[in-house]
């Protein structure tokens, strides 16, 4: 709460506030404007401000707690690829983390994550290690639910992640019941996203051994085409049919 109203006096000093439907401008006061509109025409000024890096990436983030809105994580992505140097690492992945384990929806940020981070080979290793596979030993160790739920949202949109990256990771998840249905996901999504990634007789050897309901849907599907050794279903666009109709 406390980056979101910083974010919120930020846009109240660029003459921008909130009202009962949404926001409006100084500039003009008639016209009502939805949060996606406020994100495209603000959200990149964060990184003018005179401030240090790591203070811009804040309010940034600050911005996507008040906004809620794909497009300021598009901003703050330009800001780390600028040609100057990269946003500060830490502070960069401690804000994507922080709403991963949130107690409120993160579309926005699973989104940016499978878009921009994951299907980006030259960034996904650094991304996925950074939101989950640096610390999974601990997330299964503790067990809190602030870590599970991020544990959660990162496999379930971990599809374009190599899979040399991803599978220890998967790994170790899948030894915590409450973190198998999410690595059951993830399988999912590896071989169904267009930029999936899979090996098939390692993911079947891990879907095996989930524990899972006997009627979780999809799932005899996957353990077909993945015996079948298909890696992708846009690779085998009849694969998946051939698992619906056996």
């Known amino acids: 709460m406390q980056a979101e109203e910083a974010a919120r006096r930020w846009l109240a000093e660029q003459g921008v506030r909130q009202v009962r439907d949404g926001w409006v401008s100084d500039e003009k006061p008639e016209a009502l404007l939805t949060a996606n509109q406020v994100a495209h025409s603000w959200a990149g000024d964060v990184f003018a401000e005179d401030l ?26 330009f800001a780390n690829e600028s040609t100057e140097d990269p946003l500060p690492a830490d502070v960069l992945w ?8 949130a107690d409120r929806d993160a579309a926005a940020v699973t989104y940016s994550l499978w878009v921009d981070w994951f299907e980006d ?36 949109c971990s599809g374009p ?4 990256v991803k599978e220890p990771t998967y790994h170790t998840a ?29 993911a079947l050897a891990i879907l095996i051994r989930l524990d899972l309901p006997t009627n979780t ?27 619906v109709r056996s």
Not at 161 to 164: E, S
Not at 182 to 192: I, K, P, R, Y
Request: glycine share 4%; proline share 5%.
């Open 52 to 77: 240090s890096a790591a203070e811009q990436v804040r309010l940034a983030f600050g911005l996507l707690d008040l906004l809620d809105e794909y497009w300021v994580t598009c901003e703050i992505r």
């Open 217 to 243: 849907p999809h799932r005899a599907e996957l353990h077909h085409v993945l015996a079948a050794r298909h890696k992708n279903h846009y690779r085998s666009p009849g694969a998946w049919d051939d698992a």
């Open 161 to 164: 992640v190599p899979w040399t």
């Open 121 to 156: 080979h030259t960034t996904s290793p650094t991304a996925f290690a950074e939101v989950l596979g640096n610390d999974i030993d601990q997330v299964v160790a503790q067990r809190s639910e602030a870590l599970l739920r991020r544990a959660r949202r990162v496999l379930e």
């Open 94 to 101: 401690d804000g994507y983390r922080r709403r991963l384990e």
């Open 174 to 202: 899948m030894r915590l019941p409450a973190l198998n249905s999410a690595v059951f996901h993830g399988l999912l999504a590896s071989f169904h996203d267009v930029y999936g990634d899979l090996e098939p007789a390692a």
